[in-house]
C-alpha cells in the first residue's frame, strides 16, 4: 500500500541527509515540516496496541515512526536552531514522544521474551521495533550533543535515565548478535552526553530505580543477585566484563597469528630468508644451466636438445601457492578475531567514558574505586581508546574533535583523583 505521501516522505529523507544545504532544513523547519512528523509520531504511539504484542499492525506503526524520526535526525542533525525548536515546540512533546517510543518499543521486546526473543530477532517484525528504538536513539543524540538545556529537560523526563540505562544494561544480552553493538553504543553515547553536560543527571543515575525482573530467569541464582545491585554497580561490572574479555581475545589474536605464521620449530623470519634462499639458488641454478645447455649445442643457444625438467618447474610454483594459502589463512583469521576484539574494545571504552564522567561526583568515585581491582585501569582504557581515533583518522568531524576534548579532559581528571 505504497502512497504518493510515502515516496514524497522517502525523497525528503534523501534531500535533508546530512550532507544537504543547512538552509534546505531550515526551509523544511519554516514550512511546518518538523511540526507534522512530530504530531505524526504523537498520533502514530496513540494508535499502538497498549498488550504490546509483536504483530503486524503493531509493528507497521513502528516503521512509520521510524521514518518520521529519520526526517527529524536529519532535519536536527548539527543544527542548533531545528535543535530547539523541535525540543520547544508544543510544551517540549518531543520528549513525551521519546520517552513513548522507548517504553513501547522496550514492552514490544519484553513480550517477545516469553517466546524466546532469540529466535524471535530473525522475524522482520523484531527488527522493525529495534530499527525504530535505534532511529530514537540517535534523533536524542542529535538533541543533546553539546547542548545543555535539552540534555536538562530530557534527562529530568521521569523514567527517561532508567530507560535509556534498561537499553544499555539488559537488553543487549538478550537482541542477538545482530542488535548487540548498537544497543550498547546508542545507550552510552546518549548516557554520556547527559550527564558530560548536566550534573544533575549524574545525581540522577545513582538514585534512579527501575524494575529488572522481566530480564532475569527467577531459576538462574547468579543472575538474580544482579538484580539486587545499584545502576552504578552494574556499570562497573559491565566494564570489568568487556575489558576482561578485551585482554583475553587480545591474547588469542597474537598466539594463534604466532602458530599460523611459523613452521615447525622456526620462526617466521626463517621462513623468509628461506624462501629468499630457495630463489637464489633456483636463479642459479637455472643461469648455470641455460650456460652448459649453450655450450654442449655449439650454435644453437636454445638447447632444444635436452627437455626441461617439469619437476624443477613445479616445485616452486607449488610451494610459492602453498605459501599463498598459509598467507590468506593468517589473515583471514587475524580480520575475524581482530573484528570482534576491536567491538569488545570499542564497547568498554564507552563504559570507560561513562564512568569516568561518573567520577566527578564524591560518592560515585569512592564507590567506584571501591568496585574496581585496579581503578588506574580506566585511564588506561581510555588513553587506547585515543590512540585508535587519533590512528582512524577520525578527528576531521566536529563531533569526534569535541568528543576526543571530552575523552582528554576526563583522562586529566581521573589521573589526578585515582
Not at 86 to 106: D, P, R
Not at 154 to 181: A, V
Not at 348 to 371: M, P, Q, V
Not at 382 to 406: I, V
Request: proline share 3%; aromatic share 8%.
Amino acid at each position: 500500500n505504497i502512497r504518493a505521501s510515502d515516496l514524497v516522505h522517502e525523497v525528503l529523507i534523501f534531500l535533508t541527509a546530512p550532507t544537504a544545504e543547512v538552509d534546505f532544513r531550515e526551509f523544511i523547519r519554516i514550512h511546518g515540516g518538523i511540526d507534522f512528523f512530530m504530531l505524526n509520531i504523537e498520533h502514530l504511539l496513540l494508535k499502538i496496541d497498549k498488550f504490546y504484542k509483536p504483530t503486524n499492525e503493531n509493528c507497521q506503526k513502528f516503521i512509520k515512526i521510524e521514518r518520521c524520526l529519520q526526517m527529524l535526525e536529519n532535519l536536527t542533525y548539527m543544527n542548533s536552531d531545528n535543535q530547539n525548536y523541535a525540543l520547544n515546540f508544543k510544551n517540549k512533546i518531543i520528549v513525551k514522544c521519546l520517552h513513548g517510543t522507548l517504553k513501547s518499543a522496550l514492552s514490544v521486546i519484553h513480550n517477545s521474551k516469553s517466546n524466546k526473543i532469540k529466535l524471535l530477532t530473525k522475524s522482520k517484525n523484531v527488527d522493525n521495533v529495534f530499527d525504530c528504538m535505534f532511529a530514537t536513539m540517535r534523533m536524542m543524540l542529535n538533541l543533546t550533543h553539546g547542548n545543555e538545556y535539552s540534555c536538562t529537560e530530557i534527562g529530568k523526563y521521569s523514567g527517561m535515565i532508567e530507560i535509556i540505562l534498561e537499553n544499555i544494561l539488559f537488553l543487549p544480552g538478550l537482541s542477538g548478535e545482530k542488535h548487540k553493538l548498537d544497543c550498547y553504543t546508542l545507550g552510552l553515547g546518549l548516557l554520556i552526553n547527559l550527564i558530560g553536560e548536566v550534573p544533575e543527571n549524574r545525581k540522577r543515575i545513582s538514585d534512579c530505580s527501575f524494575d529488572s525482573s522481566p530480564w532475569f530467569d527467577a531459576s538462574d541464582e547468579a543472575l538474580l543477585k544482579e538484580m539486587d545491585k545499584s545502576p552504578v554497580e552494574l556499570l562497573v561490572a559491565a566494564f570489568l566484563r568487556f575489558h576482561t574479555r578485551s585482554q583475553e581475545l587480545e591474547k588469542q589474536t597474537f598466539s594463534e597469528a604466532e602458530s599460523l605464521c611459523m613452521k615447525e620449530g622456526e620462526e617466521p623470519t626463517d621462513i623468509k630468508l628461506e624462501e629468499e634462499d630457495d630463489g637464489l639458488h633456483k636463479r642459479e641454478s637455472n643461469s648455470a644451466s641455460s650456460a652448459a645447455k649453450t655450450e654442449d649445442n655449439g650454435d644453437d643457444p636454445f638447447g632444444y636438445d635436452e627437455p626441461a625438467n617439469d619437476d624443477n618447474l613445479t616445485k616452486p610454483k607449488d610451494n610459492k601457492e602453498k605459501n599463498t594459502i598459509k598467507v590468506k589463512k593468517v589473515v583471514d583469521n587475524m580480520i575475524a578475531k581482530a573484528g570482534e576484539h576491536m567491538e569488545e574494545s570499542m564497547i568498554g571504552s564507552y563504559f570507560a567514558l561513562l564512568l569516568g564522567i561518573l567520577t566527578k561526583d564524591e560518592d560515585n568515585l569512592e564507590l567506584i574505586k571501591k568496585l574496581m581491582p585496579e581503578p588506574k585501569v580506566l585511564i588506561e582504557v581510555l588513553k587506547k581508546f585515543l590512540q585508535f581515533m587519533n590512528m582512524m583518522s577520525l578527528t576531521s568531524a566536529a563531533a569526534s574533535k569535541s568528543g576526543m576534548q571530552q575523552i582528554r579532559s576526563i583522562v586529566h581528571w581521573l589521573s589526578a583523583v585515582l
